[in-house]
């Protein structure tokens, strides 16, 4: 079946580790180019857009993106990953910068069937537990406080009632779970 849409499913078929993770990256930002539409706007003079923003797409091209879902969010399936290197770590953080630069908002990561402890800490420390990992405007995540709050639940009084956040909640252990946790998000 077809993923919902806004929602993109990818699944990895081995280790994401410094001699796949170049391929990885390029592969999924033009798979999502491809598969949902543009919504940040581009600086209209050639003197106001940054040197390496790619120029205007045609207009034929982009009234077809148009018809296209934005992009909410992305669930990969770690069922084949075994290792993860800090090269595969930083492809999934520029992914999610670019992702989120051409969405124009936030988008969610979601994990499933990871399989080593290792894979997810090392995806928590570099910002995956939370939604704000990748900061719009400055592309960077906080680190320190995401190292910090791996191993620890914040409790938040509210009322009588005690809510939990954990910073796991974009890990899962199926991909049915991911693709609902990733659908039921207020889009």
Known sequence: TNPPDGVLIFRFIESLTYPNSGYLDSQIVEYARK???KCYKQATSKGDRPWNEIAQEKENEEKAKAELPRLHAVVFDFAAVSIIDSTGVQALVDI???LNKYADQHVEFHFANIINENIEESLLVAGFGSLSGGDLDSGHGDTENNARSINDEESIKEGTEEIICSPK???????DEAVAAATNTSF
């Open 35 to 37: 598969n949902s539409r």
């Open 96 to 98: 999610r910068k670019e």
């Open 169 to 175: 909640k974009f890990f899962h252990l199926t991909l």
